[in-house]
């Protein structure tokens, strides 16, 4: 799987959008964009994924550049409960499922 | 259950002694996955399985390490004659295996070990 690349740590202001970036220049046309996140003392909790298309859920939106070389976690409206590691990863797709990779991940802080 | 359940919660043992983790996953997922936390470090990945196999034993970082799985369902984890630096939160996951680009895992709260 693709190696990622991530901040070490970010800050960012309650009640601001929170943009965490993820550099993954060297994936691969089957490989998906994951992000998960964990708060202390947690288990990882899954964000959302996308190949090509930018996506939106309830928690996220996931903007991938044209070129799949990075891509942006963007959480509209950060709260204080959105301080955690995020984790960017990518995978393969259809049969190649297996393990996910955890890198270090971006520490988020978000203050009053 | 409604998520993936690990017991127990927490464990402390005297080196040389060993221990068995379980984990129940989510109700109908094929998928199982092992990893490790240590102290203020990243996730470490030791074993999945599809089923009851074990397609990818890879990060197990020793043969005191053993897991298995049984109906597809419950699984342990093993680890005899415990070392100190086998001191972690142990972690497991479980997955549907769907559609392509499906597959996002579901993590327990974990096992926290702690070997004296």
């Known amino acids: 799987d693709a190696k990622t690349t991530q901040p070490t740590s970010m800050d960012c202001a309650e009640g601001r959008a929170a943009n965490l970036p993820c550099n993954h220049s060297?994936?691969?046309?089957?490989?998906?964009v994951y992000w998960y996140r964990q708060i202390h003392s947690q288990g990882p909790q899954y964000i959302i994924h996308?190949?090509?298309n930018n996506e939106t859920n309830e928690m996220a939106s996931l903007i991938i550049t044209e070129d799949r070389k990075s891509s942006t976690l963007i959480l509209p409206h950060a709260t204080l409960r959105d301080t955690a590691v995020y984790y960017c990863?990518?995978?393969?797709?259809?049969?190649?499922?297996?393990?996910?990779?955890f890198g270090q991940g971006t520490i988020l802080t978000v203050h009053p | 259950g409604a998520g993936v359940s690990q017991s127990p919660s927490n464990k402390v043992t005297e080196k040389g002694k060993d221990v068995e983790l379980r984990c129940d996953p989510i109700?109908?997922?094929?998928?199982l996955y092992w990893y490790r936390q240590s102290l203020g470090q990243g996730l470490e990945f030791l074993i999945y399985?599809?089923?009851?196999?074990?397609?990818?034993k890879s990060g197990l970082p020793s043969d005191r390490f053993s897991a298995e799985r049984t109906g597809g369902s419950v699984s342990t984890l093993t680890i005899q004659r415990t070392q100190q630096e086998d001191s972690a939160v142990y972690l497991c996951?479980?997955?549907?295996?769907?559609?392509?680009?499906?597959?996002?895992?579901?993590f327990g709260e974990g096992s926290r070990l702690t070997v004296l």
């Open positions: 109700s109908g997922h094929t998928a």
């Open positions: 990863i990518v995978r393969a797709g259809g049969t190649s499922y297996g393990k996910l990779t």
């Open positions: 399985f599809q089923g009851n196999s074990a397609p990818d």
């Open positions: 060297t994936i691969s046309g089957n490989e998906y």
């Open positions: 996951a479980s997955s549907s295996w769907g559609s392509i680009g499906a597959g996002e895992l579901f």
């Open positions: 996308g190949l090509k």
